[in-house]
């Protein structure tokens, strides 16, 4: 080593001590966060397996893309993330399996250089595990007091409005769909086949229109003339207003037992409270003959369901209201006008009957109030069904009438 060389080392001998020192330390980390990035999940090949988690990532002719609800991202999330792989798309005729449990990409017909990009979105909710998990923090929109601890919703709007019969559930919106509401999760259904199981009950918003219960003046359910169509003609999709337009809704309903428990009294606190109805249209006092039970898809909405849809107000709160009477609400404007499936601009028909007449059932009128009537009479008809409990919510809307919440069906 020359002299100029060792005079130029001893003038720098501190910088470079400090450069080696920092560049050391760089290189370190770097290693550090490569390691324990690629260390994620796994890519495989056959037999062998290589560690990768980030764009861009080349191993043996392998690049893996990872994107985050459509956006390019720099990491794979984690396995206990609450992502889910949505779909693998990779290129010169390659295909990519994601092992959910290893958290692991098999990548086959792997030919030649090929680039798989794997889409994770978060993972899509039950309707119930949605439903179920809002309403254990949110007591001011939700409430589990009817004698079964169901979860219903309450209030004047609470965002309980989803899409549903639509036309095409790819492109979900006003004009493609219906806007139902959810009234809750109902604990253990009776299904067609007897088995139990819990399901979400949902409710057309608005009316098909002024419909009789029955044409013939006879308050049987089972052979009622609106349950014949709304099982027929309309769950067909042969209905002249409103019926369901493709086998997608039509799959996405559950075959459920409906009650058809009735009473005949109904105009005292003593017996016309939500909880009185709640007993009797799941007992078995009924007219002469008339069943108790029926199988189907499409019913009405009971009187219960309307009584415990109310939040209450200031004046009269939702304790009070279910302490009054409901036959005397239309003079409660707290209970009536905090209650979701209440209309002011018409009267509805439900599907419990009077045990005591043989043609009379009951309905919510547009004053408020829950009374009987003759089944020959024309009221509100607004379908009322119960969700599969496989039905998963896309993610797309927060339940509001704005943005409704959107199914995965089809």
Not at 65 to 84: L, R
Request: aromatic share 14%.
């Amino acid at each position: 080593m020359n002299f100029q060389r060792k005079l130029w080392l001893a003038q720098h001998k501190n910088n470079l001590y400090k450069y080696g020192t920092i560049l050391s330390l760089v290189l370190i980390v770097t290693i550090s966060i490569i390691y324990f990035t690629y260390s994620k999940f796994t890519s495989k090949n056959e037999m062998t397996a290589y560690e990768t988690t980030v764009e861009p990532f080349i191993k043996n002719d392998y690049f893996i893309a990872s994107y985050i609800d459509g956006e390019w991202s720099n990491e794979i999330p984690g396995k206990n993330d609450g992502y889910v792989v949505d779909k693998i798309v990779c290129d010169n005729g390659a295909t990519g399996t994601w092992n959910s449990y290893d958290w692991s990409i098999t990548i086959r017909n792997a030919t030649k250089k090929i680039k798989c990009s794997v889409f994770f979105i978060v993972k899509p909710l039950s309707v119930i595990e949605k439903i179920t998990t809002l309403a254990s923090t949110d007591t001011t929109n939700f409430a589990t007091d009817d004698p079964n601890n169901n979860i219903r919703y309450i209030g004047a709007n609470p965002n309980n409005y989803v899409y549903f019969n639509c036309s095409d559930y790819n492109n979900q919106s006003d004009s493609t769909c219906e806007k139902w509401r959810i009234i809750g999760v109902f604990k253990k259904m009776a299904k067609n086949s007897w088995s139990k199981e819990d399901l979400v009950k949902i409710i057309r918003n608005d009316s098909l229109g002024n419909i009789a219960w029955d044409s013939n003046s006879v308050n049987d359910w089972s052979k009622a003339s609106l349950q014949t169509t709304l099982n027929g003609e309309y769950y067909n999709g042969t209905y002249a207003t409103g019926a369901l337009k493709n086998d997608a809704t039509r799959n996405a309903i559950e075959s459920v037992v409906w009650n058809l428990g009735g009473t005949a009294s109904f105009t005292s606190a003593s017996n016309g409270l939500a909880s009185h109805f709640y007993g009797y249209e799941r007992g078995t006092t009924v007219y002469s003959g008339r069943p108790t039970t029926l199988p189907g898809k499409i019913g009405l909405m009971y009187p219960s369901d309307y009584g415990y849809a109310t939040a209450g107000g200031s004046t009269t709160n939702r304790a009070a209201c279910l302490a009054k009477e409901m036959f005397n609400w239309s003079g409660s404007s707290d209970c009536k006008n905090n209650d979701y499936l209440y209309k002011s601009s018409y009267a509805q028909w439900t599907l419990t009957p009077h045990s005591s007449h043989a043609n009379g059932a009951f309905y919510v009128y547009d004053t408020g109030s829950v009374d009987t009537n003759g089944v020959s009479v024309t009221y509100g008809v607004r379908p009322a069904a119960f969700l599969k409990s496989n039905i998963l919510l896309s993610g797309v809307g927060d339940g509001s009438s704005t943005s409704p919440y959107q199914l995965k069906v089809g």
